[in-house]
């Protein structure tokens, strides 16, 4: 079981359930009794993967747990309220949004039109409130892929946005520094001035605006602009 210290947040990026292992349902279990003991200090995001269980196998029907997917189902309908697809946060007076693949303008201004078109704030309060009311179009959306990922189109959702989107990116984005995995890297995390891909099999800490390693190492940033 997590111990925390002095940081603030434990934010895991997810997927859960990418591999059908053992010991994955009882992982599962120990992560929504953490959230459950420290509701204001862990955020549970939901992958792709995640959401196969959590909304629907139209949205990822690749490593499905046939044998628990049942389980699952009825953990995540009991536990709903403690996942969320999204997690904003503002440290002076800059933008930070996490999420499991990245939350790109485009994709969100599909949803919910022009009125989130110069607010990722406002975004992300919108994707919050449809998540929870279980809005049928919006969790539809989720199943969006780019071309990079076999689908249609220059960005996927917030579940399947691939990191080639964000670094070859011709759209305009929200200004907010994106915190996301999905794209699962070999080794090394990428870290730009724009946005951060951690998915290599690790954790981080991540520190008024600064990545470290867990030993207290200092990660580079490279320079996008």
């Not at 309220?81 to 996490?98: A, G, M, S, W």
């Not at 076999?150 to 917030?158: L, Q």
Request: charged share 30%.
């Amino acid at each position: 079981m997590y111990e925390f210290d002095e940081n603030p947040d434990l934010i895991p990026l997810n997927d859960s359930y990418d591999k059908i292992r053992e010991h994955v349902m009882n992982n599962f279990k120990e992560i929504i009794e953490l959230k459950k003991q420290n509701p204001d200090r862990v955020v549970l995001l939901l992958g792709n993967h995640d959401c196969t269980y959590a909304v629907s196998t139209n949205i990822c029907d690749c490593r499905r747990d046939r044998y628990n997917q049942k389980e699952y189902e009825r953990l995540f309908e009991e536990n709903k309220k403690l996942f969320t697809l999204v997690h904003y946060e503002k440290i002076d007076d800059k933008e930070y949004v996490f999420s499991h693949a990245g939350f790109h303008r485009e994709y969100a201004v599909s949803l919910f039109g022009e009125e989130v078109e110069d607010s990722i704030y406002k975004a992300c309060n919108e994707l919050l409130f449809h998540w929870i009311d279980e809005t049928y179009g919006v969790l539809d959306s989720l199943a969006r892929c780019s071309f990079y990922r076999g689908g249609y189109g220059s960005s996927g959702s917030i579940v399947w946005a691939d990191v080639r989107e964000w670094a070859s990116s011709k759209t305009v984005e929200y200004p907010a520094y994106q915190i996301f995995g999905h794209t699962q890297l070999e080794s090394n995390p990428i870290i730009t001035d724009k946005f951060a891909c951690l998915d290599c099999r690790r954790g981080f800490r991540f520190e008024n605006g600064k990545f470290y390693e867990l030993t207290g190492e200092e990660l580079p940033v490279k320079n996008l602009s």
